[in-house]
């Protein structure tokens, strides 16, 4: 038996990650990266999703919740190991 029922990862579109009960608020994050002279030289932007529980799930995380119910926040590279885990 699997040990993940249910996962979903944290990119546009949003809708199916909005819909879950344990998520409380999406935010949408800007941080500037200036020159010396302070003009602009990029601007990295990323989501963070606010979980019930205090857990902060980033954009390419994946939420996942395991056969007893509980939930989880899991970078890729996790995600891609424990994906197929048992029980």
């Given at each position: 038996m699997?040990?993940?029922?249910?996962?979903?990862?944290?990119?546009?579109?949003?809708r199916e990650v909005w819909k879950l009960d344990i998520v409380v608020g999406i935010r949408k994050c800007r941080?500037?990266?200036k020159t010396e002279s302070?003009?602009?030289l990029y601007v990295r932007k990323w989501l963070e999703v606010d979980l019930?529980?205090?857990?902060?799930?980033?954009?390419?995380?994946?939420?996942?919740?395991?056969?007893?119910?509980n939930w989880?926040?899991?970078?890729?590279?996790?995600?891609?190991v424990r994906k197929d885990d048992e029980i």
């Open positions: 699997n040990k993940y029922k249910f996962a979903v990862q944290v990119s546009a579109p949003m941080e500037v990266h302070g003009a602009p019930v529980d205090g857990t902060v799930a980033k954009e390419n995380d994946w939420i996942v919740q395991d056969v007893c119910d989880h926040v899991m970078n890729d590279d996790e995600y891609q």
